[in-house]
C-alpha cells in the first residue's frame, strides 16, 4: 500500500449579517479503483460564516496500482445548497 495525506480546507463563504455557521459534509464521490481506499480525519465541519476549517484526507492506493497521475473527486455538501464536487491527485 502507498499512502498520502492530503490537507483539505473549506471556507463559508456566507457574508450576510444574519447567517449562522454552516455544517459541511466531505464526501469521497470516486477514487481511482475498487481496492483504493480513503478516509477524512473529520468528515463533518462546521464553518461561521467568512471563517475556513481544514481537515485530513488519507489516501491509501493498492501495491498494484499503475504508475501515473490519478484523480480523486471528492464532494462537499453544504447543509441547505446542493452538492459540489472538487478533484485532488495523487501520482503512484
Known amino acids: 500500500m502507498h499512502h498520502k495525506l492530503d490537507l483539505i480546507k473549506i471556507t463559508n463563504k456566507d457574508a ?3 447567517c449562522d ?3 459541511f459534509v466531505l464526501s469521497k464521490e470516486q477514487l481511482p479503483g475498487d481496492k483504493w481506499t480513503g ?4 468528515n463533518s ?4 460564516k467568512q ?3 481544514s481537515t485530513t484526507f488519507k489516501l491509501e492506493s493498492p501495491t498494484t496500482a ?6 480523486i473527486t471528492l464532494g462537499v455538501n453544504p447543509e441547505s445548497h446542493p452538492k459540489k464536487t472538487f478533484r485532488i491527485f ?3
Not at 39 to 42: A, C, M, R, V
Not at 45 to 48: E, G
Not at 66 to 71: E, L, M, S, Y
Request: hydrophobic share 30%.
Open 16 to 18: 450576510g449579517t444574519s
Open 21 to 23: 455557521p454552516v455544517k
Open 39 to 42: 478516509k477524512f480525519g473529520d
Open 45 to 48: 465541519l462546521v464553518i461561521a
Open 51 to 53: 471563517k475556513s476549517k
Open 66 to 71: 499503475t504508475v501515473g497521475k490519478k484523480p
Open 90 to 92: 495523487y501520482t503512484v
